[in-house]
């Protein structure tokens, strides 16, 4: 093959540099083939757009939107600190901004069942709730280990009518959720849709995704020039596959001045090796699709991860992230366990908002880089989802009863 | 030509399918998969299959799922999966079947070159695709082994004709939609399959997925070049009082499906 017919296939399958492309049996190729083609003549069908624009607006809230969070900036090196209201959204994260659009992509399609793969539950939540508004039949594959760190949004799927698994494979936690998942997929891919969570996987799931969670950077890029009247120093969000991450950054990649920074899962601290810092600890590798980097050892098994948030805890991350980390464009740092946690309750206590533990990774970050910049900085976090599903975990971290 | 392709030339002549077993290095044990392989070669198989055991297998059923965990505790890698290779390549043409992110650690052209270096005739990548193949199917020549793809029932004939032109040894053809497992009987879906796929090539074809027994590898045979038997052999395996009691099976499931392959036409 020519150098020139193996740039036209990169162009096709979604490359980010070295990173992206499809790495699947070739039973999903068909469906990924199709994926591909509804989303690319939905982009720019005026219908779709209207219909997923009215979605946004009458059922999810948006645009959602921005809040100057000045007490706790007191603790940020008194930089201003704008946080990014993906928390109000309706199920409560960003996440219900891709699963809209992936539910009319299905209906688009003809399908009329979805699976969904979920680590915290917020992906899972969100994908059962446009499966019930669009009447979609939807299993859900969540490992066993988040079911019970997360049991209360395993009700939330199953009040909304979704069939949730619990994944006994593996680590039993995102990565072997998202294995299930492809199975079921390759067994049912005629009838099925399988409406991928995060900004990773074959083709076009990363470039999909990452569309539809755009609208984030958009909005967020309108409204600090409005409040503030210049472009923010550093735009912050946490990386777990880095949906929400994507979402922000995406808008500010061609505006030079404003820093792009993901917060990475550091667990008990990267040093350790217990953690989900996949783009500050792990290595160039192809996980569940596409080639991005991994947590691997040195045959290329891939190495459980660890974080005290589900959402977080993957050992893999979206192949634009790997791109943009290499390119030098974003920058990423891991935060760990303690370190999101105490600005969990920073947050909490000074702005009236519980995030969700991923989001308090962003927040610790933003600690960090407000103290680095100083006080006449602006720095925007997006504040991906809300901590109500997190209240267990953090009342056993700080030791409150439950009775 | 590798002994790979020999083999199918042979079994051609004879007018049946060859019989091609697999089994993970590292199951049940290191030692252990070298006798299955042992009982392999008693009871009559042309050709193995040595699975690199991973991670992450996302095309496997519950049975190789769980004999990949068993040889992964076993300490199972690169060294232990080109060993077994290498005893089976001893006595039979012998491939390694893997998930890509093995091999591209290890390193494309130094995974060609280990597999040729211990004798094996090939490598099956069952989520490799043709389009990130540019580097593997170089190496693959350079080493002067085959590169082996999978193709399935909802593959288009005009992308059959793209992977199978990048095919050597034989054409993977994966019975059915969905992962791998014995199943009560081999999907229909097969041998149009097999009829499509032959339209595209000269190559040999070999079914896998879901084949258990001498009756179905005997209907198999009756149009495939191959037949592959994966799950079977760990069913018997893992089901066994003993491992002594687990290879004899072995022997005699292989013995049964021999029969089958010679039975088909």
């Not at chain 2, 297998?57 to 040889?71: E, L, Y």
Request: aromatic share 6%; hydrophobic share 40%; net charge negative.
């Amino acid at each position: 093959m020519s150098i020139s017919e193996r740039e036209d296939l990169s162009a096709i399958l979604g490359h980010f540099g070295p990173y992206g492309g499809r790495f699947v049996p070739e039973a999903l190729i068909g469906a990924l083939e199709e994926l591909e083609e509804a989303h690319r003549t939905s982009q720019l069908d005026p219908s779709f757009i209207r219909e997923l624009a009215e979605l946004h607006r009458s059922y999810t809230g948006r645009p959602s939107i921005i809040t100057e969070a000045k007490r706790f900036a007191e603790h940020a090196g008194g930089a201003r600190i704008i946080l990014k209201r993906e928390d109000l959204n309706h199920t409560g994260s960003h996440k219900i901004n891709n699963v809209l659009g992936q539910a009319l992509l299905t209906k688009r399609m003809g399908k009329k069942r979805i699976i969904a793969e979920t680590g915290a539950g917020q992906h899972g939540v969100a994908a059962a709730t446009a499966a019930a508004l669009m009447g979609l039949e939807c299993v859900v594959y969540m490992g066993e280990e988040d079911t019970k760190r997360q049991s209360l949004n395993v009700a939330r799927m199953k009040l909304l009518g979704a069939q949730v698994v619990p994944v006994t494979s593996g680590s039993r936690t995102l990565k072997d959720a998202i294995n299930e998942a492809m199975r079921d997929w390759v067994t049912n891919v005629e009838s099925t849709h399988y409406m991928l969570g995060t900004v990773a996987g074959p083709h076009p799931f990363p470039t999909m995704v990452r569309d539809f969670h755009k609208i984030i950077g958009d909005e967020t890029r309108e409204q600090v020039l409005e409040l503030t009247g210049r472009l923010p120093d550093a735009v912050l969000a946490c990386v777990g596959g880095g949906s929400n991450a994507i979402g922000i950054f995406h808008r500010f990649i061609s505006d030079p001045t404003v820093r792009l920074i993901g917060l990475e899962a550091g667990g008990d601290g990267v040093e350790t090796g217990r953690h989900a810092a996949t783009l500050t600890g792990g290595t160039p590798g192809v996980l569940h699709g596409t080639r991005s980097y991994v947590l691997q050892d040195e045959n290329g098994q891939t190495i459980e991860s660890h974080s005290i948030s589900a959402g977080l805890d993957y050992p893999g991350v979206g192949p634009e992230h790997a791109y943009l980390h290499d390119i030098g464009r974003a920058e990423y740092r891991a935060i760990t366990d303690d370190q999101a946690m105490h600005a969990f309750a920073l947050l909490s206590k000074t702005e009236g908002i519980i995030p969700a533990i991923e989001t308090a990774h962003a927040l610790a970050g933003a600690m960090q880089v407000g103290n680095e910049l100083g006080k006449d900085a602006i720095i925007v976090i997006n504040l991906s989802g809300r901590g109500d599903k997190d209240v267990q975990t953090a009342a056993s971290y700080f030791g409150i009863p439950l009775d | 030509m590798t002994a790979l392709d020999q083999l199918f030339v042979k079994v051609r002549a004879e007018n049946r399918a060859a019989l091609i077993a697999y089994i993970p290095a590292g199951f049940p044990s290191q030692a252990g998969c070298h006798r299955v392989i042992a009982a392999f070669i008693e009871g009559g198989v042309d050709a193995i299959e040595i699975g690199y055991p991973y991670s992450d297998p996302v095309m496997d059923g519950p049975t190789i799922q769980a004999a990949a965990v068993t040889s992964l505790a076993n300490g199972t890698g690169a060294q232990e999966v080109l060993a077994a290779l290498k005893i089976a390549a001893a006595s039979v043409p012998a491939v390694v079947m893997t998930y890509w992110n093995p091999i591209e650690r290890f390193g494309v052209a130094e995974f060609a070159d280990a597999i040729a270096a211990n004798g094996g005739s090939g490598v099956i990548t069952p989520d490799l695709t043709i389009e990130e193949s540019v580097g593997w199917i170089g190496a693959t020549e350079n080493s002067t082994i085959n590169p082996i793809y999978v193709v399935a029932p909802s593959t288009k004939d005009v992308r059959l004709a793209q992977v199978t032109s990048k095919c050597g040894g034989f054409v993977y053809a994966a019975s059915l939609m969905g992962v791998t497992g014995a199943r009560a009987s081999v999907s229909s879906s097969a041998a149009d399959l097999v009829a499509r796929v032959r339209k595209t090539t000269d190559l040999p074809i070999a079914v896998g997925l879901g084949v258990s027994t001498r009756e179905q590898a005997k209907g198999v045979a009756a149009y495939a070049d191959g037949v592959i038997v994966g799950s079977a052999f760990i069913k018997v395996l893992q089901d066994a009082p003993s491992e002594e009691e687990g290879l004899k099976a072995v022997t005699e499931l292989a013995r049964e499906l021999a029969k089958g392959v010679r039975e088909g036409r």
